[in-house]
Nanobody, 114 residues
């Protein structure tokens, strides 16, 4: 069973930065797609950013230019660098990995105060 463990969330003021981490229990190169999703209170879960094994990166319109996704194969970790944070970025952020199956982490809370 694959495990994904997110960390790095917290409380930050608007305009600040955070880096989220998603540590996988096996090589991240075994996943053809890894991405970050988020879910704000009362809203549906939405895709934030995607990273494919071929190096393709896709960004959601609301975070383009502010967030950056990356992988560290040596650490089996996916990252989400978040800059210029806004109160509307407040949500639980989830890591997802896709191979023969789809795996989700437990989520990490990000709260941006105005």
């Amino acid at each position: 069973q694959v495990q994904l463990v997110e960390s790095g969330g917290g409380l930050v003021q608007a305009g600040g930065s955070l880096r989220l981490s998603c540590a996988a229990s096996r090589s991240i190169f075994s996943f053809y797609v890894m991405d970050w999703h988020r879910q704000a209170p009362g809203k549906q879960r939405e895709l934030v950013e995607t990273s494919t094994i071929g190096g393709v990166t896709k960004y959601g319109d609301s975070v383009k230019g502010r967030f950056n996704i990356s992988r560290d194969g040596a650490k089996n970790t996916l990252y989400l660098e978040m800059n210029s944070l806004k109160p509307e970025d407040t949500a639980v952020y989830y890591c997802r990995a896709s191979s023969d199956s789809v795996y989700w982490g437990q989520g990490t809370q990000v709260t941006v105060s105005s």
